[in-house]
T-cell receptor, first 114, second 114 residues
């Protein structure tokens, strides 16, 4: 039972480069989320999705785009990476909406933008 | 300061001792969740306590919620070296304009020494 799988685990980008982070879940969850974790800041929500074909902005959406073409996948894109986007990125999913139930997290992607 | 703030920021104890960490928040909540994060890994859900509950247990974990004081505590009894991790509280609260928001605190780093 894989749960939530994120790829890649590590990535180093130069300023201005683009990349896509992939999140896949095998629990048939409707709700998926992308968070970033920075020292002393806690986790902050970037974008989320309430079902296939839907996306919505979270707390810190600027500089990121997302897509949910398939229910099991949620992609996070950086079109032109900036050093401020150096962070650890976590994908999560949940069965219920509005955070009434627990979130399942992936193991994270450590991204460095030089 | 943030909606959910943990106290202390860091805690070091001996194996076998109890560990207590606290979470304070500012606004009314629907529920409060506790998560554990081992170094370099994703967050793992521990316990969810709803606003109408005062105490919940799960194995060696005991969570209390005092909505009048807007605070929660996580007690880990008979700690083990494997409990070494960061612990985060997350509060689910209504947002202005509708919807809900899950806000993570900055975490308590627990170190359990042999």
């Amino acid at each position: 039972n894989a749960g939530v799988t994120q790829t890649p685990k590590f990535r180093v980008l130069k300023t201005g480069q683009s990349m896509t982070l992939l999140c896949a879940q095998d629990m048939n969850h409707e709700y998926m989320y992308w968070y970033r974790q920075d020292p002393g800041m806690g986790l902050r929500l970037i974008h989320y999705s309430v079902g296939e074909g839907t996306t919505a902005k979270g707390e810190v959406p600027d500089g990121y785009n997302v897509s949910r073409l398939k229910k099991q996948n949620f992609l996070l894109g950086l079109e032109s990476a900036a050093p401020s986007q150096t962070s650890v990125y976590f994908c999560a999913s949940s069965y219920d909406r509005f955070f009434r139930e627990k979130l399942f997290f992936g193991s994270g992607t450590q991204l460095s933008v030089l | 300061s943030q909606q959910g703030e943990e106290d202390p920021q860091a805690l070091s104890i001996q194996e076998g001792e109890n560990a207590t960490m606290n979470c304070s928040y500012k606004t009314s909540i629907n529920n409060l969740q506790w998560y554990r994060q081992n170094s370099g890994r994703g967050l793992v859900h521990l316990i969810l306590i709803r606003s109408n509950e005062r105490e919940k247990h799960s194995g060696r974990l005991r969570v209390t919620l005092d909505t009048s004081k807007k605070s929660s505590s996580l007690l880990i009894t008979a700690s083990r070296a494997a409990d070494t991790a960061s612990y985060f509280c997350a509060t689910d609260a209504p947002e202005k304009g509708g919807g809900n928001k899950l806000t993570f605190g900055t975490g308590t780093q627990l170190k359990v020494e042999l």
